[in-house]
């Protein structure tokens, strides 16, 4: 009898997707996180969210999907490459009023 390994590419496949979109919203989850630790404006979550995960996609030994690192140096770099794009802001962080 020959074995079909086309079951077992198709588990690879299913379990390589899995795990890409596990990676995704833990990214966009810690994220979200750090972004209302410092009080970034609500618009802008999903915005940096989708940066961080890019960033982390392509620097994969910073994630440690276990605990979330609240660095503001993200949202900092964040800015820098996109601040330009939101005319709505000066700052991405709220203004704290008393």
Do not use: R
Request: some cysteine; glycine content about 2%.
């Amino acid at each position: 009898m020959i074995d079909n390994p086309l079951p077992d590419q198709v588990m690879q496949e299913m379990d390589t997707i899995q795990k890409a979109s596990d990676f995704e919203d833990y990214c966009k989850n810690h994220a979200i996180e750090i972004a209302k630790h410092y009080k970034v404006h609500d618009e802008l979550h999903e915005d940096f969210a989708e940066w961080y995960h890019n960033y982390m996609s392509q620097n994969p030994e910073l994630f440690e999907p276990t605990f979330i690192l609240l660095d503001s140096d993200y949202i900092v770099d964040w800015w820098k490459d996109n601040g330009e794009y939101f005319d709505d802001f000066n700052s991405p962080y709220m203004e704290i009023t008393k």
